[in-house]
């Protein structure tokens, strides 16, 4: 978790060094308060990351010693063939631009993105891929 941690620790250094070159060349609020709270955001995540880094037992990437055997072989179960993260994603982005345009377009987005939800959450039950 060391390696993550120290990554995110880069990007809250870099996104704080970037907020003052923003500030200095253009004198923007929003643009310099923004880039600010993604690097306070990514401060967050290091502190968090390298705090429990030292609480839990290090893991084979963390070590120097450390063997590609030891690791653990079972990441999850990703199915490959899924065409339902897609409608959710389309879901979400409806839901967005109803948010621009209006009202109905979000029930529309609503609709479609509860239609992936539950079309992702059985995929396994019915069909050609039930167990």
Do not use: C, N, Q
């Not at 003052?20 to 993604?38: F, H, K, M, N, P």
């Not at 063939?81 to 409608?87: A, E, G, M």
């Not at 959710?88 to 939800?117: D, E, P, R, Y």
């Amino acid at each position: 978790m060391k390696i993550e941690g120290w990554t995110f620790a880069l990007g809250f250094l870099f996104f704080w060094a970037i907020s003052g070159a923003y500030w200095y060349l253009s004198r923007d609020e929003v643009g310099t308060t923004l880039l600010v709270l993604t690097g306070a955001l990514a401060f967050l995540v290091a502190f968090y990351v390298l705090y429990t880094a030292k609480r839990v037992y290090p893991r084979p990437e963390d070590r120097s010693d450390g063997e590609i055997d030891e690791a653990d072989p079972e990441y999850g179960f990703f199915s490959p063939h899924s065409w339902w993260p897609l409608v959710v994603a389309l879901g979400a982005a409806t839901i967005a631009m109803g948010l621009v345009f209006a009202v109905w377009v979000i029930v529309l987005g609503g609709a479609v993105l509860l239609l992936g939800i539950v079309g992702w959450l059985f995929e396994y039950y019915r069909g050609e891929f039930a167990r």
